[in-house]
């Protein structure tokens, strides 16, 4: 992997730092518990991510490795201590690679980060790879790690894993620790797993998952196959009322095919006030930023440090109201009540929806248009993933296939809170039906 990160992040730039003596100790460490016998010793395995190479986001808490939260403020920060869910990780034997690039603190979606560079999509060295998680998903794509932590606050995860055809999964409130993560939005903000696969994607999350004293492991093989019933997928007519890119749409209407063949029974599903669901995130993400960019003494005293895109929404945070970020606040209760009982009524075991409305824009492209209607690139990345940070939803992202010019499409499941493992089960029964076996051609790639 070390190999692998020489010779190509030099052109796709999806890490901040590399760690290499820190890896290699903990790869001899993994080796030895894993083969070592002599002396009478018995050999120790962690489980399934015992000596397997990861990377972390760079907002994520390292002990001893700097975390720059993608930022010019933060870019010499190193931690005294790890993350919790880095703790987590390291006892089930992870070995930690590095730190990959990401929109500055998070609060974007494209990782074209002003002070360590633009992240490139593997599958096109010219598009974006999504982010703010950029750098995780173009390190998976690339063949850089096997596995990386992301955070998720309006989509962050899931969009660069639809755009670099990785899994990509934002559990729901409380399952994951966020302690010591560089924070965006505390009440939108989520930790979760990035993977080539859902399999993979299920033994990132077993580690640092929060399950109720009942559940069982998300395991893979502890996944169960069937339910007892056929899976009830609802599709949510008003996120789907707006224009998708053709191609995307393309391949949405071929995914619900192989779900019905599959036996899942799809209904239409009625999710009201979604107009709303951007204004009460904006409010509430825009204001809590702020207010912590205010408390740590970087805004507006070093405003000229930041991105002129993060400084921009940083202003923005200044002029929410009290009564407004109330008023959201209120909003977001009533509309995780109107979910949930929409779940009930219609007896759903998750939505199904694309991803993106777009494939991967080009690295700065600030619009696209969709069958002749423009609109920004940020919106549209947004659009179909808010609504699950703001319920506090788990969702996941999955690959379903490739444009004709070669760009990923991810298709998502959002289920009811608690529901992960259900989540997995039907990301991985979809994964077995529509394998994406094409990987990026980085042949070119110097």
Known sequence: MLDRIAKLDPALNAYVTVCEELTMQQAAQAEKELCDKSHGRSRQDRGPLHGIPISLKDNVYTKDVRTTGGSRILKDFVPLRDAPIVTSLKKAGAVILGKTNMHEFAYGVTTDNPHFGPTRNPWDLQRIPGGSSGGSAAALAAGLCYGSVGTDTGGSIRIPASLCG????????????????????PT?????????????????????????????KLAPGRIPSSRGRRPCLGIPKELLADLLDPEVEASFDAALKILKKCGAKLKEASLPQLKKTEDAGNQIAWAEATLYHQQAGWYPARSAEYGEDVRTRLEMGTKVSAVT?????EFREKFKAL???????????????????????????????????????????????RPANLVGMPAISVPCGLTQNGLPVGLQFIADWTHESLLLELACNFERECPLNARPNLDSVK
């Open 188 to 216: 939108l903000d989520f930790v979760g797993p990035m993977a080539r696969c859902v399999e993979d994607a299920a033994f990132m999350l077993e580690p640092i998952f929060d399950r109720d004293r009942n559940e069982r």
């Open 325 to 329: 970020y109330l008023q959201a606040r």
């Open 339 to 385: 979910v949930h009982g929409i779940f009930s009524a219609n007896q759903l075991d998750a939505l199904i929806l694309p991803t993106t409305p777009i494939t991967a824009p080009k690295i700065g492209e600030d619009s696209v248009s969709i069958r002749d209607k423009s609109d920004s690139v940020r919106a549209l990345l947004l659009r179909l993933n």
């Open 166 to 185: 990785v899994v990509g999964l934002k559990p729901g409130l409380g399952r994951v620790s966020a302690e010591d993560v560089i924070p965006l939005s």
